[in-house]
């Protein structure tokens, strides 16, 4: 069993769907990082929480910390935000990577 | 700022050669990562510097593997001898602050391919 799962591995969604992909991890983490890599290979770092919640336009990510859990959120999907999104968790820099959700959003 | 600059972009080195990528971090960046991404294995951290001081290397893979980071603006990933299961895109990442709270910039990866 892998330390951090996301599912859905694959997702598609219509233009404008709010969308979430979600994130569990086995093991203590300090921090849970959220990745966007882009269908070039460009990775682009989304996120890094502890607790509670950010916001960065339509992306909101959350982390339950006692259940051991984060959700990404696109609000308003649009087809530009088809990519892989990857979830990470450490303490210190040993980040353990989930295997990704590729995301398809169709127009 | 260019970012975080890797080369080559791509490689493809026969069997028992030694690879060598290179990186560029950001200036001012103290902390330099070094990842290998496969489709089987997913992302992988290899090893992490903190103002040219490696920190952890328990993710690289064996002895065939080292990393240096000779100067703040300059670091080297070797494999020597090479073998066709090293074949993945290998990323460079840079952040101006540590674990765990750290925003990392990625480098586009070096696709590298061994026959």
């Known amino acids: 069993k892998n330390e951090v799962e996301q599912s859905p591995q694959n997702l598609t969604a219509q233009e404008g769907e709010f969308i979430t992909i979600n994130c569990s991890y086995s093991v203590g983490i300090s921090a849970l990082h959220w990745l966007q890599q882009h269908p070039g290979g460009g990775i682009v770092s989304l996120f890094m929480l502890s607790s509670g919640k950010k916001k960065h336009g339509r992306l909101i990510a959350t982390i339950n910390i006692q259940e051991k859990h984060s959700s990404l959120h696109i609000t308003a999907s649009h087809p530009r935000d088809s990519a892989v999104y990857i979830c990470?968790?450490?303490?210190?820099?040993?980040?353990?990577f989930g295997k990704g959700t590729k995301l398809s959003v169709k127009p | 700022d260019a970012g975080v600059i890797q080369s080559p972009r791509h490689e493809v080195t026969e069997m028992g050669q030694e690879v060598t990528l290179r990186c560029k971090p950001i200036s001012g960046h103290d902390y330099l990562f070094w990842y290998r991404q496969t489709m089987m294995r997913g992302l992988e951290l290899l090893i992490y510097?903190?103002?040219?001081?490696?920190?952890?290397d328990s993710g690289m893979p064996e002895d065939r593997f080292s990393a240096k980071m000779p100067n703040a603006s300059f670091s080297t990933l070797k494999i020597q001898p090479s073998e066709p299961r090293d074949s993945a895109v290998y990323f460079c990442?840079?952040?101006?602050?540590?674990?765990?709270?750290?925003?990392?910039?990625f480098g586009p990866g070096t696709r590298l391919t061994v026959t």
């Open positions: 990470a968790g450490g303490s210190q820099g040993n980040l353990i």
């Open positions: 510097f903190n103002n040219n001081v490696p920190i952890d």
């Open positions: 990442a840079s952040s101006l602050k540590g674990p765990p709270l750290y925003e990392q910039y």
